[in-house]
């Protein structure tokens, strides 16, 4: 798959860190969310989901935080390994129907 | 399971000719998505289907696109006349249930249109 390029934030990281990746999503009414991670020439792959009565969950080495207050999403990974150097994506659902819209991303690198 | 497939993998085409892509969703999956990916505008969902029904196709450029789910193992996304901004890649998912739950994707099909 084709990351989106030029104008991707970008998230340097020393392998063994943890990472944390953000996310502002636009509709209050969006009641579950996904991040979703992409390497170079493939398709996005799922890593982790959370419904809005959550405000935390965990997954293996992932964290997905919630805060519908101020409509932010974030994805922490602990430990960061080089096999993490990917763009990384959030989604929302709208309350009504089932449509997945997804957010620009966010390159991370994975220095040794 | 083989996951989501699509083909072609890669196409390159002149303006004016017809495309076509073909996705086959996981078995047991009753909804099926069509994204395109763009550096410009990203991940963009096109159309997306809901036991072979279209259910909001809203994302869908314009005319010349058009999608087909005849059985709930396949599905097509038809461009015809192509135009050079149609290139980029496009990506079948499919999942199992309605509304939330693990979305599936494809490897993708890189389309080219000179």
């Known amino acids: 798959g084709e990351s989106v390029g030029l104008h991707l934030p970008t998230l340097s990281v020393q392998e063994g860190d943890n990472s944390i990746i953000n996310c502002a999503y636009s509709?209050?009414?969006?009641?579950?969310f996904i991040w979703y991670k992409q390497e170079s020439g493939k398709g996005p792959q799922f890593i982790i989901d959370i419904r809005s009565n959550m405000d935390k969950r965990q997954g293996q080495r992932v964290t997905v935080l919630l805060n519908k207050t101020v409509k932010h999403l974030s994805l922490q990974i602990a430990a960061t390994q080089p096999g993490d150097s990917a763009v990384y994506f959030c989604a929302e659902k709208g309350a009504a129907g089932n449509k997945l819209t997804f957010g620009g991303g966010t390159r991370v690198l994975v220095k040794p | 399971d083989a996951g989501v497939i699509q083909s072609p993998r890669h196409e390159v085409t002149e303006m004016g000719q017809e495309v076509t892509l073909r996705c086959k969703p996981i078995?047991?999956?009753?909804?099926l998505f069509w994204y395109r990916q763009t550096m410009m505008r990203g991940l963009e969902l096109l159309i997306y289907?809901?036991?072979?029904?279209?259910?909001?196709d809203s994302g869908m450029p314009e005319d010349r696109f058009s999608a087909k789910m005849p059985n709930a193992s396949f599905s097509t996304l038809k461009i015809q006349p192509s135009e050079p901004r149609d290139s980029a890649v496009y990506f079948c998912?499919?999942?199992?249930?309605?509304?939330?739950?693990?979305?599936?994707f494809g490897e993708g099909s890189r389309l080219t249109v000179l």
């Open positions: 998912a499919s999942r199992q249930g309605d509304y939330t739950g693990e979305l599936f």
């Open positions: 289907f809901n036991n072979n029904v279209p259910i909001d």
């Open positions: 078995s047991g999956h009753n909804s």
């Open positions: 509709n209050s009414a969006s009641d579950y």
